[in-house]
């Protein structure tokens, strides 16, 4: 089982990103599957979750941030809008396939000016 984060970079405060996990196989094998993040000197949290079919987000990026899949094109996706200096972290996608947790490799996604 192989995940893989892209799409990160450097954007300006109120910026957009989108960012892609490419997923061996079909996406829906995942449940959950979902966004974490690590900033520096802070533990990794999660940021969305699509669980059952349902998507749930943290606090921090409720209505800013969307996740989506697209079973056809393998991906997992995070839109992320209206950025903010405090969502610079590194970003993993994770799944979980009976009890079985898998981490992709991490993008990173800076928001300075």
């Known amino acids: 089982v192989q995940l893989q984060a892209s799409g990160g970079g450097l954007v300006e405060p109120g910026g957009s990103l989108r960012l892609s996990c490419l997923v061996s196989?079909?996406?829906?094998?995942?449940?959950?599957m979902g966004w974490y993040r690590q900033a520096p000197g802070k533990q990794r949290e999660l940021v969305a979750n699509i669980v059952d079919g349902h998507t749930m987000y943290s606090e921090d990026v409720k209505g800013r941030f969307t996740i989506s899949g697209d079973n056809a094109k393998n991906r997992v996706y995070l839109q992320m809008n209206s950025l903010k200096p405090e969502d610079t972290a590194v970003y993993y996608c994770r799944g979980v396939e009976r009890n079985m947790v898998y981490w992709g490799t991490g993008t990173q996604v800076t928001v300075s000016s």
């Open positions: 196989g079909n996406i829906f094998r995942f449940n959950p």
